[in-house]
């Protein structure tokens, strides 16, 4: 049998449109079945904020250990140091040490670094009245930033983003075949090209990531050198995508959502900081998955050790016993953060620090520089989504601007 839970085989969202906007599914879902059981993969579902937030808080009775997930992990992750597929107190060593090499220069450090390549975008988008902010800011920024971070090249960026593009790519019954081996090639290239870098670093370190993991110890034992270059992937691959469909989708819901908001952004800059809040609450279709660790009916119905549960916290983020009013994107609604987007509990996201000070900075900066953006007479969704890890995403989106 397939190790592979397939989204859109439980939702049934049939279009890609319907992907993008999942929001009245969610609502139906919410009232009227929000614990549902999908007989066909033997998956559980639940769709509320309170359940949402105990499967990812509960690691007693809902697992990292799974055998069975929406995006598996290659075999060759599940590695000593991977943080994904354990439960505490084991996860706790691991994530440890992954914090040491994460946090010691603060991110303080790190903002001159992250301006200059802000600037540099930005400026790049001075000299046409359309841009396309996916490709020109959303996508560069954070591959940019992760790999100077871990000391990779960032000219290599286009290389590093396709890799773990490909390794985050959910999968389809009509293409299972085909993804499953180009993860499987992704997989090797991105281990053979971080090999030798992990190997110098070893020998000179430097003030990077890598060069920390290289020295970093779990139980008194360094890392091997095929750990670091897993523990290397998995974070040069954990916040490229969302960091990118957060950035895209900070422009969509200032174009579409709330026609208007840009303006009140330019006359206070100190609300940046809430429309990135709003916009991780109102447009992020994320889902996440546990195994159920033994029998339980807390969320009423009969749930067997080892079936799988998904929590899905783009549904609990509109849940209107939380959040009132929630479909409307409201950038001054209070306890907007108490959003799941990040997770919560013991796998709390660890870059979400890194993620926001980088739209923070993109979006201020922006702000400063343009004095107005605006739609792009006859756009066609369809033709600017994709596939991706939270349903559909923004693969481009035109960006009319005025100086
Ligand atoms: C974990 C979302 C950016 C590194 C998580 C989890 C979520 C998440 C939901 C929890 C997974 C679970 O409970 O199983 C996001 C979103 C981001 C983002 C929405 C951007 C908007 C980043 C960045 C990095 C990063 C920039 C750093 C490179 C990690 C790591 C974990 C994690 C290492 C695993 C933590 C653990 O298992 O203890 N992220 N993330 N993320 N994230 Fe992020």
Not at 32 to 44: G, I, K, L, R
Not at 171 to 195: H, P, R, S, T, V
Not at 294 to 312: I, L, N, S
């Amino acid at each position: 049998s397939r190790q592979v839970i397939i989204l859109d085989e439980i939702s049934k969202l049939a279009t890609k449109q319907e992907q993008w906007e999942p929001f009245s599914w969610y609502k139906e879902m919410r009232e009227n079945t929000p614990v549902y059981y999908d007989a066909e993969q033997d998956v559980w579902n639940v769709f509320s904020y309170d359940h949402v937030k105990r499967v990812l808080f509960d690691h007693e009775l809902f697992s990292n250990k799974k055998e069975r997930s929406l995006i598996p992990v290659p075999r060759q992750m599940d590695s000593r140091s991977n943080v994904n597929l354990v439960d505490p107190p084991e996860h706790r060593k691991r994530r440890a040490l992954l914090a040491q090499a994460f946090t010691p220069r603060s991110l303080k450090d790190w903002e001159p670094r992250i301006q200059e390549i802000v600037d540099e975008l930005i400026t790049d988008m001075e000299r046409a009245p359309v841009v396309d902010i996916v490709q020109k800011l959303a996508i560069p920024l954070p591959v940019t930033v992760i790999a100077d971070l871990l000391g990779v090249p960032s000219r290599d960026r286009n290389r590093i983003k396709a890799w773990s593009d490909i390794l985050f790519l959910p999968y389809n019954l009509e293409a299972y075949d085909d993804i499953e081996e180009q993860k499987g090639l992704a997989m090797k290239e991105f281990a053979e090209y971080l090999y030798p870098i992990v190997l110098e670093k070893r020998k000179h370190p430097a003030d990077d990531i890598i060069s920390d993991l290289t020295k970093a110890e779990l139980e008194g034992e360094q890392l091997t050198d095929e750990e670091v270059v897993m523990s290397a992937i998995g974070l040069l691959g954990a916040g490229n995508e969302t960091t990118t469909t957060l950035i895209s989708n900070m422009f969509y819901c200032m174009l579409f959502d709330q026609p208007g908001v840009y303006q009140e952004l330019r006359a206070d800059l100190t609300l940046v900081p809430k429309l990135v809040e709003e916009v991780l609450r109102f447009r992020f279709g994320a889902t996440i998955d546990r195994k159920v660790a033994r029998d339980t009916d807390v969320f009423g119905p009969e749930m067997k050790a080892g079936q799988v549960v998904v929590a899905w916290i783009g549904a609990a983020n509109r849940d209107e016993s939380h959040f009132a009013r929630a479909d409307a994107f409201d950038i001054h609604r209070p306890g907007n953060q108490q959003h799941l987007t990040f997770g919560a509990g013991p796998h709390f996201c660890l870059g979400a620090p890194l993620a926001r000070l980088e739209a923070n900075m993109a979006l201020a900066s922006f702000v400063k520089r343009f004095a107005d953006i605006r739609k792009v007479d006859g756009l066609n969704l369809n033709d600017h989504l994709t596939a991706s890890a939270t349903g559909q995403s923004l693969k481009s989106l035109p960006v009319g601007l005025s100086l």
